[in-house]
């Protein structure tokens, strides 16, 4: 399989993913993974026009991107893997998809959550995730344009 990058941004597609990421990659399929996003037809719809010209997109839930990435569906393909938040991209890694490596770009703040760079805010339970992927060496940066220093998110949570 070819996840050639993987990004959490709540945002999924817009301006940066669409045409910044996704060239800068060479990306062919945009997987958005959202298990609210797959059942909502107007956000599917958005996604749809979102997406560049000549890429494909895949809108899966968790489950069925984790049983579509370990089968194999996208082994011949470059593919960029979006999730809306911290928590989803750990829970793909741990349930088996080879990803050694990911980028937060956009998390706004919410209630409980501490913003850690301008466009970052982590609450405790994102913190416990990002040190438990860490920990068993997944590499985890922050960075909203590719042209950004790709620092490592710790370097932030200090």
Known sequence: MSIIHARVDERLIHGQVATV??????????M??????VKDQIQIGALKMAKPVGVKLSILSKRKAIANILEGKYDDEKVFLITKNIEDMGELINQGVPLTAFNVG???QKEGSRAIKKSVAVTDEDIAVI???TD??????????PSEPADSILTFLK
């Open 106 to 108: 956009n998390v706004s």
């Open 32 to 37: 958005v993974v959202n298990d609210l996003a």
């Open 131 to 133: 040190k438990q992927l």
């Open 136 to 145: 068993k060496g997944i590499k985890i940066t922050a960075q909203m344009i």
């Open 21 to 30: 990421w996704t060239n800068s990659l060479g990306a062919q399929r945009i």
